[in-house]
């Protein structure tokens, strides 16, 4: 059973800002929606993939989770009910781009620390 996490009003956007922050190389774009109410239980964030698809992403105690197919829409709520972990794991459904974009820094990284150890 997935339990929610409760944090005050102030905190949630702090962590929806971490989590945004994380996830800003692999987007178009990322913010908090300006117009659906967060509570001590969830907000809720606006994004566009690589691919230029917008959603309307859910973050709570128990996940993420796409409640819309457009920036501030959470109609489906009521109907979608797969969470996902982490802002990564979601990306990785909803986004072949993110897939590339996430690898291509993974191997960039990898070769910076490659060329740090031969020199």
Known sequence: MTEERVLDEESWPME???AIND????V???QISP???SSNQKIFINLTT???TPFCIEMSG???RIVGRQYNDASLSHIEDKYYETPYALLNVISKKYKESFGGELMNRLLDLAK???G
Do not use: P
């Open 62 to 64: 128990s996940g993420f």
């Open 16 to 18: 929806a800002e971490a």
């Open 35 to 37: 117009e659906l109410k």
């Open 50 to 52: 690589l691919e230029n």
């Open 116 to 118: 740090q150890t031969e």
């Open 28 to 30: 178009n774009s990322a």
């Open 23 to 26: 996830i800003r190389k692999h």
